[in-house]
């Protein structure tokens, strides 16, 4: 079984700049959250994908957008980068109507914004 | 207001000793309740999951209190391995989606 994978592990932009950070969900998962965690901060909602469909969303611009694919896996967009939204940015993958319990995360992608 | 309030800590206890974390959620219909662990740089991991009687893993010990919007987390017999953020999470779901996390409260181990 494998876990849950992202990708980059690093990774500078300049603002106004965009990024786009990937996600394979862990076998047998169908649901993918993404989080933003900023130094020193714990890791904040960002929305959950299920069935190729945003499935909640928190307080987030719509500047931050996603998609998931039908193998499961994910994509988290940023655009018009802004120097706060440097931050680790976790993903975690679970099965609907499941216990957070379930819930794995993957290793994170550092964003700096310069 | 934050969803989910933690004294940042830092808690810096020796080997052996027991150690109790405070967690304070705004949200009355909050359902699900957990702690989670983070190690430095790493992703967070599930501690435990924290039910209404209580309950317990080993050395750890998870508390509710639904009537004060508290939850606590006592660590008994300190090991070094113990050193971590320890985040209190709360859900407004049973499932696994939209989890609020506190700021965490880091703990180190002195040997």
């Known amino acids: 079984e494998t876990g849950v994978t992202q990708s980059p592990t690093h990774l500078i932009k300049t603002r106004g700049q965009q990024v786009t950070l990937r996600c394979s969900s862990q076998?047998?998962?169908?649901?993918v959250s993404w989080y933003q965690q900023a130094l020193g901060q714990g890791p904040q909602f960002i929305f959950q994908?299920?069935?190729?469909?945003?499935?909640g969303r928190g307080n987030f611009p719509p500047r931050f957008s996603g998609l998931q694919f039908p193998n499961y896996s994910s994509e988290l967009n940023v655009n018009a980068l802004e120097l706060d939204d440097s931050a680790l940015y976790l993903c975690?993958?679970?099965?609907?109507?499941?216990?957070?319990?379930?819930?794995?995360f993957g290793a994170g992608s550092r964003l700096t914004v310069l | 207001r934050k969803e989910v309030e933690q004294d940042p800590g830092p808690f810096n206890v020796p080997e052996g000793a027991t150690v109790a974390f405070n967690c304070t959620y705004s949200?009355?219909?909050?359902?699900?309740f957990f702690w989670y662990r983070q190690d430095c740089r790493k992703e967070p991991k599930l501690l435990m999951s924290?039910?209404?009687s209580g309950n317990e893993d080993g050395r750890f010990t998870a508390q509710l209190n639904r009537a004060s919007q508290y939850i606590s987390l006592l660590i008994r017999d300190s090991k070094l391995s113990d050193s971590a953020t320890y985040l209190c999470?709360?859900?407004?779901?049973?499932?696994?989606?939209?989890?609020?996390f506190g700021t965490g409260t880091r703990l180190t181990v002195i040997p």
């Open positions: 975690a993958s679970s099965l609907i109507h499941s216990g957070a319990n379930v819930l794995t």
């Open positions: 076998s047998g998962h169908n649901t």
């Open positions: 994908y299920y069935r190729e469909e945003e499935n």
């Open positions: 949200n009355s219909a909050s359902q699900s």
């Open positions: 924290v039910y209404s």
């Open positions: 999470v709360v859900s407004l779901s049973t499932g696994a989606n939209n989890l609020f």
